[in-house]
């Protein structure tokens, strides 16, 4: 399949309520955090790594499909463009989600008035059967009104319909809209509003033909 056109497509993510996506630590120190989110080990800033960001797009498209769980045929159309993985049937991944990193103005807020730019929130679990409190947890998440930059990369390869996938991406961030993205989302946790989109294109045959000869 010949590539032949580079679409890189950023947007702002602002936080509407608390994000937290776990960093997966199982190691819980005396007085420290229950379960962490994901930091920047270079910073300490909290940041959205392209797989999370990459998930909640397809399997808000796949829910919209009627699509009880992953799907891996490799022939559908959520399959060209988010990948597929059936070793049998894989297809060339269209997009690339990059991991999401705090605006600059965001970053010098938080750090302002936060430690690395989280907030502690403690929950109180419920015993269901007596409906008392069954013990507390402490959480740390990103505070709402937090901005990140998302990049993502969508390649066209011949034959392919562009508009189509434009389309459709932009039918899954308006998605992601209406659910949340992280954990805890049922608890009213991640939801986001995308913004301020700037889309810059490659024509990669014309500069293929500037170079290769």
């Not at 379960?35 to 990459?54: A, E, R, W």
């Not at 909640?56 to 009880?68: F, M, Y």
């Not at 989600?97 to 929950?123: C, H, M, W, Y």
Request: hydrophobic fraction near 35%.
């Amino acid at each position: 399949m010949k590539l032949k056109k580079i679409i890189n497509i950023k947007k702002i993510m602002k936080l509407k309520t608390g994000l937290r996506i776990a960093s997966g630590n199982d190691e819980i120190k005396i007085g420290g955090i229950d379960n962490s989110i994901v930091k920047d080990p270079f910073t300490g800033n909290p940041y959205i790594p392209g797989s999370s960001l990459k998930g909640v797009l397809r399997s808000s498209l796949e829910i919209a499909k009627g699509k009880t769980k992953v799907c891996d045929c490799g022939d559908c159309f959520i399959c060209k463009m988010f990948g597929s993985a059936n070793n049998d049937k894989k297809s060339i991944t269209r997009i690339i989600v990059r991991d999401a990193f705090l605006t600059e103005k965001s970053r010098q807020i938080l750090n302002e008035v936060l430690p690395f730019g989280v907030e502690i929130k403690n929950e109180n679990s419920i015993d269901r059967v007596k409906g008392t409190s069954a013990g507390k947890r402490t959480f740390d998440r990103v505070p709402a009104g937090a901005e990140f930059e998302v990049n993502i990369v969508l390649k066209i390869f011949e034959k392919d319909d562009e508009e189509e996938f434009l389309k459709a991406l932009e039918l899954a961030f308006k998605l992601v809209e209406f659910n949340y993205v992280g954990g805890c989302g049922s608890r009213g946790y991640g939801q986001v509003e995308f913004k301020d989109e700037q889309i810059e294109y490659f024509d990669v045959e014309e500069e293929v033909k500037k170079v290769l000869r």
